[in-house]
Nanobody, 124 residues
């Protein structure tokens, strides 16, 4: 089992940047495919970005392509999400997720482990 803890959320003005981190403890981090999801008030949880266990394969939601970057540091047991050009519609609770897998996973139902989430608020 792996425990996940997100950090780095906060309040930022439109156009600003944030870097989210997801620290993992437990089984070898390098075996996990991981992803970022977000949930805004009154909306369903949606996919943001995902990486394969090695970091060699990456996918993004169309809404964040060109603005967000996911990276996985297996030596530091940490997943990152660099967010630039933030927009008010990016406001949500952001969650990281993990699953032992050889493949990239972009659907929330397939993930086994979740963090508690970190709030990102973008003001206009």
């Amino acid at each position: 089992q792996v425990q996940l803890e997100e950090s780095g959320g906060g309040l930022v003005q439109a156009g600003g940047s944030l870097r989210l981190s997801c620290a993992a403890s437990g089984r070898p981090f390098s075996r996990y495919a991981m992803g970022w999801f977000r949930q805004a008030p009154g909306k369903e949880r949606e996919f943001v970005a995902a990486t394969s266990f090695s970091g060699g394969t990456i996918d993004y939601a169309d809404s964040v392509k060109g603005r967000f970057a996911i990276s996985k540091d297996n030596a530091r047991n940490t997943l990152f999400l660099n967010m630039n050009g933030l927009k008010p519609e990016d406001t949500a609770v952001y969650y990281c997720a993990a699953k032992i897998s050889l493949s990239l996973i972009s659907t929330s139902q397939e993930y086994d482990y979740w963090g508690q989430g970190t709030q990102v608020t973008v003001s206009s």
